[in-house]
């Protein structure tokens, strides 16, 4: 059972969040929908990251106007909103499967020229327009494995990889050719606040291939 001061706490945490979407997107972006295709492809639900977790696993990020990021499995673009509100001055694409939740994201994105929302399946992108790649848990452990195949296989340059939310499936890149550990944390609390009702891990990857 989860502490009651905890809950209260990460519900205050998400009326936070709701109010600076509706600054940035015009509404709000954090009500969970659940996935349809998960029995199916291992796309796991629409689940918004907080924006003081997002401060915390993108603290980093110095994207400048010739990079190019991509949210895979972006849900309505919580993480797009971030970059867009701190001025994100480069090229910022989000690809998402579920056509409800993609249809949100085009719809309040439409606003902001540099960022393209993309209704589709992960797997059919080419990933060399890319340099940094942010991922919030979009896929179950299996299709994550199949995921970071297809990227090692078809990947021309180095990348930078945002992981939030790893705890099933991050182990799976320990050691591996071409995979560097930049950072790997817990989350729980932010700015005061438990924004997770549980804790959370995210890390942060370097992958070169092999031909670079």
Same mark, same amino acid.
Request: aromatic share 12%; proline share 7%; charged share 25%.
């Given at each position: 059972?989860?502490?009651?001061?905890?809950?209260?706490?990460?519900?205050?945490?998400?009326?936070?969040?709701?109010? $600076? !979407? %509706?600054?940035?997107?015009? @509404?709000?972006?954090?009500?969970?929908?659940?996935?349809?295709? +998960?029995?199916? &492809?291992?796309?796991?639900?629409?689940?918004?990251?907080?924006?003081?977790?997002?401060?915390?696993?993108? $603290? !980093? %990020?110095?994207?400048?106007? @010739?990079?190019?990021?991509?949210?895979?499995?972006?849900?309505? +673009?919580?993480? &797009?909103?971030?970059?867009?509100?701190?001025?994100?001055?480069?090229?910022?694409?989000?690809?998402?499967?579920?056509?409800?939740?993609?249809?949100?994201?085009?719809?309040?994105?439409?606003?902001?020229?540099?960022?393209?929302?993309?209704?589709?399946?992960?797997?059919?992108?080419?990933?060399?327009?890319?340099?940094?790649?942010?991922?919030?848990?979009?896929?179950?452990?299996?299709?994550?494995?199949?995921?970071?195949?297809?990227?090692?296989?078809?990947?021309?340059?180095?990348?930078?990889?945002?992981?939030?939310?790893?705890?099933?499936?991050?182990?799976?890149?320990?050691?591996?050719?071409?995979?560097?550990?930049?950072?790997?944390?817990?989350?729980?609390?932010?700015?005061?606040?438990?924004?997770?009702?549980?804790?959370?891990?995210?890390?942060?990857?370097?992958?070169?291939?092999?031909?670079?």
């Amino acid at each position: 059972m989860i502490n009651p001061f905890i809950s209260l706490s990460n519900r205050i945490s998400c009326a936070l969040d709701n109010k $600076r !979407d %509706l600054k940035i997107c015009g @509404e709000k972006l954090g009500v969970f929908v659940p996935s349809p295709f +998960g029995e199916d &492809i291992g796309a796991t639900g629409c689940q918004s990251a907080p924006y003081n977790g997002l401060d915390i696993v993108l $603290r !980093d %990020l110095d994207l400048k106007p @010739e990079d190019s990021f991509i949210d895979i499995g972006c849900g309505k +673009g919580r993480a &797009i909103a971030y970059l867009v509100g701190n001025g994100c001055p480069c090229r910022i694409t989000g690809i998402e499967i579920n056509p409800e939740v993609a249809s949100v994201a085009s719809r309040w994105t439409r606003r902001y020229p540099n960022v393209e929302i993309i209704e589709g399946d992960a797997f059919g992108l080419d990933y060399n327009d890319y340099n940094v790649l942010f991922m919030y848990r979009p896929m179950e452990p299996d299709a994550f494995i199949c995921f970071i195949s297809l990227l090692e296989m078809s990947l021309e340059h180095p990348v930078k990889l945002y992981y939030y939310a790893d705890g099933q499936s991050g182990y799976y890149l320990n050691e591996r050719p071409g995979w560097d550990l930049i950072e790997r944390r817990d989350i729980y609390r932010a700015k005061g606040y438990y924004i997770h009702k549980i804790p959370q891990r995210y890390s942060v990857w370097t992958y070169t291939p092999e031909n670079c």
